[in-house]
Nanobody, 127 residues
Framework: QVMLVESGGGLVQAGDSLRLSCTRS????????MGWFRQAPGQEREFVAG????????TYADSVKDRFAVSRDNAKGTVSLEMNSLRGEDTAVYYC????????????????????WGRGTQVTVSS
């Protein structure tokens, strides 16, 4: 069983920065690739960023590349998303996702690839 809890969302102005965190707990312990997704009202859930088990590989959606950075601390079981130069179109509910895998350098970038999801945290960017 895997539990994911996101934190760090809020209301910011365009151009501001925000850092999201996701804490993962599971029984039994395992290795998980992690991802961040977002969903705006009336839109499908979309990939934002992903990071491999090892943390050595990351992938980003084109819309956030060079503005967002994903990282993880395997000792603490956390993954973070640093969001800079925020725009109005970044407004959405952001979800953390985890996928059990033995492929330590693989990043997964589709919602269907993940079987574990957090409840989400709202990010609102006013422009």
């Amino acid at each position: 069983q895997v539990m994911l809890v996101e934190s760090g969302g809020g209301l910011v102005q365009a151009g501001d920065s925000l850092r999201l965190s996701c804490t993962r707990s599971e029984v039994p312990k395992g290795t998980y690739a992690m991802g961040w997704f977002r969903q705006a009202p009336g839109q499908e859930r979309e990939f934002v960023a992903g990071i491999s088990v090892s943390g050595s590989e990351t992938t980003y959606a084109d819309s956030v590349k060079d503005r967002f950075a994903v990282s993880r601390d395997n000792a603490k079981g956390t993954v973070s998303l640093e969001m800079n130069s925020l725009r109005g179109e970044d407004t959405a509910v952001y979800y953390c996702a985890a996928r059990s895998t033995s492929m330590i350098r693989t990043v997964f970038d589709t919602p269907a690839a993940y079987s574990n999801w957090g409840r989400g945290t709202q990010v609102t960017v006013s422009s």
